[in-house]
């Protein structure tokens, strides 16, 4: 009973131990969500007035031709941008962006060049056998990623897709949304969908637009913004990855040290019934020694009194 009561209290200790570590980590990612937060908004207008200054450019392109937009006729590779983290303890954040990205493989059926920012990704794609070429790994960035990351895996993607190496470049990264929601989000980059080459109606208030003048043709322009564009949709997904990676890591780390809670009142439970348990076994063995120790007396005692002898 001793051995089970230290080897309890033990576990005590050892919960407690970790409790503090999760509490710790819940507040370092409570922290770094914030100015994570504040990134991808700072983002968003750039990302948006970007994609407005696309559209415009691409109506008064005419026939757009440009090794970037123009599509493949026969799609028999594609790369794909899988944005993971560089560290675990975030519950199901990175096996969900990992299985949209292998669920989007899939229902290409192509073959796969991967572009692969995270350890994560890193690690679970290089164990299932796929083929990783050190240039298009990135680790170490996912926690705060800059527009030079992001430079350098845009032109690493449209490298491969200007040279032929891939018919189409493909984003997977996990969209922040709200504290408690993010999702696993498929975009495509290159070349770039038609229906991002519109110009939206802005809510129905014609004359509302932006009217730009080009200097030099419109054509020139959208050659120097192509690129420029990619960037910023690596960008803009690297942030929003970020984002929800320190989302992620907070809800679990809230949930572990909730479990924790939980386990150490249990415990404790456990510990006290066994102590107990163990007082009430120490009382009867001494009432019940006390009880042998008396009944040899008694029967002295009555023992004296026969006659004879």
């Known amino acids: 009973m001793a051995q089970q009561l230290r080897a309890i209290k033990r576990r005590i200790t050892s919960v407690k131990s970790t409790q503090k570590i999760t509490r710790a980590m819940e507040l370092i990612a409570s922290s770094r969500v914030i100015k994570a937060q504040q990134r991808v908004n700072a983002a968003r207008p750039y990302a948006e007035e970007m994609r407005r200054l696309m559209t415009s450019v691409a109506e008064r392109a005419g026939t757009i031709d440009h090794p ?3 599509a493949r006729a026969d799609l028999s590779r594609v790369g794909t941008i899988v944005a993971s983290s560089d560290r675990g303890l975030a519950g199901a954040y990175n096996s969900n962006v ?15 060049m ?6 994560k990704a890193v690690s679970y794609f290089r164990f299932r056998g796929y083929d990783i070429d050190a240039e298009r790994t990135w680790q170490g ?6 527009i030079e990351d992001a430079r350098d895996i845009a032109r690493a993607a449209t490298s ?6 891939v018919d ?16 696993p989000t498929v975009v495509q980059l290159l070349p770039l969908p038609r229906e991002e080459l519109r110009e939206d109606d802005d809510g129905g208030q014609e004359g509302a637009r932006p009217q730009y003048e080009f200097e030099p043709e419109p ?3 959208l050659g120097l913004l192509v690129p420029r564009y990619v960037e910023g949709n690596i960008l803009q997904g690297l942030l929003e990855a970020a984002a929800s990676e320190h989302a992620a890591r907070r809800r679990a780390m809230k949930a572990a040290t909730d479990n924790a809670d ?5 415990l404790t439970r456990t510990f006290n019934q066994a102590r107990q348990a163990e007082i009430t076994t120490e009382i009867m063995e001494v009432v019940g020694g006390a009880e042998a120790l008396s009944a040899p007396v008694a029967l002295e005692s009555r023992g004296g009194g026969i006659p004879g002898g």
């Open 68 to 70: 970037l937009l123009s």
């Open 98 to 112: 990992i299985r949209a990205a292998e669920r989007d493989m899939d229902r290409h059926g192509k073959d796969n």
């Open 114 to 119: 991967l572009f692969l920012v995270g350890k």
């Open 141 to 146: 960035i996912s926690d705060r990623p800059s």
């Open 160 to 165: 491969a897709f200007a040279e032929g190496h």
């Open 168 to 183: 189409q470049v493909r984003l997977v990264f996990t969209r922040y949304e709200s504290a408690m929601t993010q999702r």
């Open 219 to 221: 054509s020139d322009i």
């Open 262 to 266: 939980d386990l150490i009142d249990d």
